[in-house]
């Protein structure tokens, strides 16, 4: 039960929509968009200093990054800590990262837990740097032109 809760607080009213129908639910429910930048200052310091081992315990045990649209999807082992500890990223990233959206879900018969990260455009790059995805999931090259 309060796992289903945390899925449906964490993955948003608008994750998954297409940029107009995200602007157009934005309109009508008066939101404004915040500016595409971490407030690290949205932490007490204990938070930070809680946030900044959770993550790099996080980010360790990684088992795969699938590349999104808009963002990234990481697999984690699904056990009940773990579950635990992903909620508990979420909640801190989401003070400093109000522009991410997160996305939470464990697949049927003891399968993968899934962190969806995904944000406005330039999300990806932001990701990359901040999360060190550099090495497992390369910016594509650009297209170069034809002569």
């Not at 007490?44 to 900044?52: D, G, L, P």
């Not at 697999?75 to 909640?91: H, N, W, Y």
């Not at 003070?95 to 406005?120: D, N, R, Y």
Request: net charge neutral.
């Amino acid at each position: 039960m309060v796992m289903g809760a945390l899925v449906l607080i964490f993955a948003g009213s608008i994750h998954g929509k297409t940029k107009k129908e995200k602007k157009d639910y934005m309109e009508t429910k008066n939101i404004t968009e915040s500016p595409f930048r971490c407030n690290i200052s949205a932490f007490t310091s204990a938070q930070r200093e809680h946030y900044q081992t959770l993550s790099q315990e996080l980010l360790k045990t990684i088992q795969e990054v699938r590349e999104q649209p808009d963002g990234f999807s990481l697999r984690l082992a699904a056990d009940s800590s773990m579950v635990m500890k992903a909620a508990e990223f979420i909640t801190l990233e989401r003070l400093c990262c109000p522009f991410l959206a997160f996305q939470l879900s464990l697949e049927a018969e003891k399968g993968p837990l899934w962190i969806t990260l995904s944000g406005p455009e330039g999300v990806k790059d932001f990701l990359r740097a901040e999360l060190g995805f550099d090495a497992v999931v390369p910016k594509p090259e650009p297209e170069q032109k034809k002569q």
